[in-house]
């Protein structure tokens, strides 16, 4: 099992900049993928982005946010990033990062940490 724990959220403007920080624990060599989700008030959990763990990275992104957002991963450190430019108020939502020990489709995330939330306002 692996622990995942969230940092970096909070009230950014329109058009402002947010990094997310997810720091893995437990056993995060079993990883396959990590990845973020956010969950907006009254709609489902959405998956943001993706990144492989091991290999090649292959980040991939939903389209509401290409462009504007970019996943990163510190192998060393156990943790991932998302960088997320250009805010709009459709962005706010909690930011959750998840992990998959198989596979790296946005069903195959099963460890999750607490969310953070990002609010944009306008």
């Known amino acids: 099992q692996v622990q995942l724990v969230e940092s970096g959220g909070g009230l950014v403007p329109v058009g402002g900049s947010l990094r997310l920080t997810c720091a893995a624990s437990?056993?995060?060599?079993?990883?396959?993928?990590m990845g973020w989700f956010r969950q907006a008030p009254g709609k489902e959990r959405e998956l943001v982005a993706l990144i492989r763990w091991t290999g090649n990275s292959s980040p991939t992104y939903a389209d509401s946010v290409k462009g504007r957002f970019s996943i990163s991963r510190h192998k060393t450190q156990n943790a991932v990033y998302l960088q997320m430019n250009s805010l709009k108020p459709e962005d706010t939502a909690v930011y959750y990062c998840a992990a998959a020990i198989s596979g790296w489709g946005s069903r195959d995330f099963d460890s999750w940490g607490k969310g953070t939330q990002v609010t944009v306002s306008s």
């Open positions: 437990g056993r995060p060599f079993s990883m396959s993928a």
